[in-house]
């Protein structure tokens, strides 16, 4: 069987190359092994925010009475949260499988493994048929990394990843999260909210990593004050049964024992058992590529976490699109200039561009415009308690916005808008002659702009 380009994985990366790809008159084949939409509709994305806004539906009815509501005796049935979850999952899934069939492509549900061949004639196995293709994408995504760390060898039972912590039977009475990343201050927030003991285990000085250090520090305050306890800057040295031994930052030896132990320290590129050695295909952290999504090897694309740039869903679509037009011959490549970070938290954060950090460790001449959220009439309508900051960080001579960063509800639709002014180098006095309807929450980014006038 021929086609002009085979997919090897159907996540955000992939099924969005097949759509784009089908659309445009390509004969594609799209394999693979488990459901279609990958981890981040299966397992991460989508699954989460479903649980999350169960969470915050929960806290909204449980804090009502600030609003003049009363709601009184409000739960959250935990198997029903759950089974809402896979119900989203599965109504989604179905939806990508029928737009696969109407746009004509062909869905392999199997491993995929690349035997050899050149470009425009490249032949790959798949449950022991052999397909051939012009041009191949890699699209397998990655996979939770386990540090060796004794005792983390054991998922599934007491120490979880995300994927076991989607589908438990009941919500545990406390849980350690072995890192203070986006996915694990995600797991953080919602299980907090529904009354778990939370603890959270970070090495770094500071949650949310690369994100502004302002705005973290501010979440992680916020749930302080929600009951999760932090341990900055500790390293984890074992997992015994349900306890975790760490070292503090002095070098003091501690311990915490939970219920539940989630292991959330980042991923790791799906580059095994591809068959990339035997066409030569260059792997350091991930596959490398080009701005147009090439690896080393002609013929051959690789986009979305598999090549190890910015594992986020949103950039693997955007990746896929990038090499499904190179192979067209349309003209594209790929801009990481303003890529944005959501973590959907309650309060939610959001970031595009440089860190403020960032900005000074590049050298840059910088000035930074912040207000709280609370000059926002919409938001403090609808946030009675709380604190929340939106944060500019502008070339200081041409006023050119390098970063946004906010904090509180709904940056997550807000960040869009500064993805573009990021983006399209718009300056403070851009976003200044900007019309932005009232009253909303966005207004928040042409008010900080006005911030340095007056």
């Not at 930074?368 to 939106?390: D, Q």
């Amino acid at each position: 069987m021929s086609f002009d380009l085979a997919i090897i994985g159907a996540g955000p990366g992939g099924y969005v190359a097949a759509q784009r790809a089908a659309a445009q008159g390509l004969k594609t084949v799209l394999f693979e092994e488990r459901e279609l939409g990958g981890v981040c509709l299966n397992e991460g994305c989508i699954p989460t925010k479903t649980l999350l806004y169960s969470a915050k539906l929960y806290e909204h009815a449980s804090g009502s009475e600030k609003y003049g509501v009363s709601v009184e005796g409000a739960s959250l049935d935990f198997s029903k949260v759950i089974a809402r979850k896979d119900k989203v999952t599965k109504k989604l899934t179905g939806a990508i499988r029928v737009s696969m069939r109407n746009l004509g492509v062909e869905v392999v549900k199997a491993r995929a493994r690349i035997l050899g061949g050149s470009d425009g004639d490249f032949r790959i196995e798949a449950a022991g048929q052999e397909y051939n293709a012009g041009k191949i994408l890699l699209c397998t995504g990655s996979s939770t990394f386990i540090p060796p760390i004794p005792g983390l060898e054991a998922i599934g039972d007491t120490v979880i990843t995300s994927r076991e912590a989607l589908s438990l039977d009941k919500a545990p009475q406390d849980l350690v999260i072995i890192g203070g990343g986006v996915i694990g201050m995600e797991f953080a927030s919602f299980f907090n909210s529904i009354g778990t003991r939370v603890t959270v285990i970070e090495m770094l000085p500071e949650i949310l990593g690369v994100l502004d250090e302002e705005i973290s520090a501010m979440l992680r305050a916020a749930y302080t004050a929600k009951g999760i306890t932090f341990n900055l800057g500790c390293k984890v040295t074992a997992v015994e049964g349900n306890t975790v031994m760490f070292l503090s930052p002095e070098g003091e030896e501690k311990r915490v024992s939970a219920e539940k132990i989630l292991v959330s320290v980042g991923r790791r590129a799906n580059t095994e058992g591809l068959g990339l050695e035997t066409v030569g295909v260059e792997v350091s952290r991930g596959v490398k590529t080009d701005a147009h999504m090439r690896t080393n090897v002609p013929g051959i694309y690789a986009a979305g976490d598999v090549n190890g740039v910015s594992m986020l869903a949103h950039t693997a679509s955007r990746e896929g699109e990038v090499a499904v037009n190179h192979i067209l011959g349309i003209p594209d490549e790929m801009s990481y200039k303003a890529v944005p970070g959501v973590v959907y938290t309650n309060p939610e954060v959001a970031g595009v561009g440089l860190t403020e950090s960032a900005a000074l460790k590049e050298g840059l001449d910088i000035k930074v415009l912040k207000l709280p959220m609370a000059y926002s009439g919409r938001w403090v309508a609808e946030n009675e308690r709380g604190s929340g900051l939106c944060k500019l960080v502008c070339d200081k001579t041409s006023g050119k916005v390098l970063g946004v960063h906010m904090m509180g509800n709904p940056v997550s639709e807000i960040i869009s808008a500064a993805c573009l002014a990021v983006e399209r180098g718009m300056s403070a006095e851009d976003l200044r002659r900007t019309i932005f309807p009232h009253p909303s929450v966005s207004e928040i980014l042409k008010e900080t702009a006005w911030s340095e006038i007056g």
